[in-house]
């Protein structure tokens, strides 16, 4: 699968394109498969989100799971402090990641 993702350009959050619009939890992401280099263009030239990019991701029991290790751990969010991370009450939420 592939998924599209960027930056909240008020927040600068990591957002995940959902179909569509945009959302911070990549549990929310579609697969935008063949779109997807185009809905990266369409939404970074509309200004909604900051430099948009397509990644691979698979398809898990708990939700799409990207390819490589630093959208795994953008998705979970900051890893300096486990409560700021978008798991906070999941105690293994850092074994997500890798």
């Known amino acids: 699968m592939r998924l599209v993702t960027?930056?909240?350009?008020?927040?600068?959050d990591?957002?995940?394109w959902t179909g569509r619009d945009w959302s911070r939890h990549i549990g929310d992401a579609?697969?935008?498969g063949e779109r997807a280099e185009a809905i990266a263009r369409e939404e970074e030239a509309a200004r909604r989100v900051n430099v948009p990019y397509v990644i691979e991701a698979s398809e898990t029991p708990d939700g799409p799971r990207p390819a490589h290790i630093k959208d795994r751990i953008r998705a979970l969010g900051p890893t300096v402090r486990p409560?700021?991370?978008l798991k906070p009450a999941d105690a293994h939420?850092?074994?997500w990641v890798i």
């Open 93 to 95: 939420a850092g074994d």
């Open 14 to 16: 990591v957002v995940w």
């Open 30 to 32: 579609s697969d935008a």
């Open 83 to 85: 409560d700021l991370t």
């Open 6 to 12: 960027g930056n909240d350009l008020a927040s600068g």
